[in-house]
């Protein structure tokens, strides 16, 4: 089974200041508005049921939800119209990055995220150019409940995980990434209560970091990029000893 990034970790048990927090929201904001672009209804909308979701994981208030559900029933012409850009390179120490954009202008996102790879000594890349070095899957996290480590792998394999990590209070599947919204309703068919379901880029075979002043470095080309209006995460293809 495969093992959780300590980097990952150690990101996520930062203190989020409030500008991180705006830009939680807005991202939310973006995912639950190219979700439900095609189909305003979380009942018959697979993908909406799960942006929405994920957006109560992260505290967004159910006002800001119905707000946005409201514009899209309308069907507003003149809302912005958000894609997901995906950009790969390589940035400090020629580690291999892949970040992710929510956009409603690419001629603007584009140039702020090479410039960012640029100024740290890194390189922007074309498509196609690391994303060979990851695997991209779909990661569910879920309440463990009552159920033992058993119960929840056999509940995993049934809804079609391709891995299953057992944690204290919540556990961890992965699925493919084309598989994601069908084992995510799956689950929730079978009484399994989601904490979140998203889509991650996660290395094959990820560097591992063991000099401070390299990751030092890392950790401030990561901060600026996701200090980026438009950047929704950011991949790295590193971890810590």
Not at 23 to 33: E, F, P, Y
Not at 116 to 125: E, N
Not at 139 to 164: M, P, R, T, Y
């Amino acid at each position: 089974m495969s093992g959780h990034s300590k980097w990952h970790s150690i990101k996520h048990k930062k203190a989020i200041t409030d500008g991180q927090r705006s830009k939680v929201l807005t991202k939310h904001a973006k995912l639950i508005t190219i979700a439900g672009r095609s189909d305003p209804s979380p009942d018959t909308n697979s993908p909406l049921r799960t942006a929405i979701a994920n957006a109560k994981a992260d505290n967004v208030p159910g006002t800001n939800i119905d707000r946005i559900l409201k514009k899209l029933s309308g069907a507003d012409k003149d809302a912005a119209q958000f894609i997901e850009t995906v950009y790969e390179g390589f940035g400090p120490h020629g580690i291999p990055f892949i970040v992710t954009a929510l956009t409603d202008n690419v001629n603007r996102t584009f140039p702020e995220i090479r410039t960012t790879f640029t100024r740290y000594g890194g390189t922007l890349g074309s498509s196609g150019s690391v994303s060979f070095l990851f695997d991209h899957v779909g990661i569910i996290q879920i309440q463990n409940g009552k159920k033992s480590e058993d119960e929840l792998f056999e509940l995993a394999v049934g809804a079609g995980a391709e891995d299953f990590e057992f944690g204290e209070g919540n556990s961890e599947i992965v699925t493919s990434f084309a598989n994601l919204a069908k084992v995510r309703d799956e689950l929730v068919r079978m009484g399994i209560v989601i904490v979140k379901a998203e889509p991650q880029y996660r290395p094959k075979d990820p560097r591992v970091i063991t000099d401070q002043t390299q990751l030092d470095q890392l950790e401030k080309f990561i901060a600026a990029i996701e200090d980026l209006e438009d950047v929704n995460e950011v991949f790295p293809g590193f971890d810590v000893e």
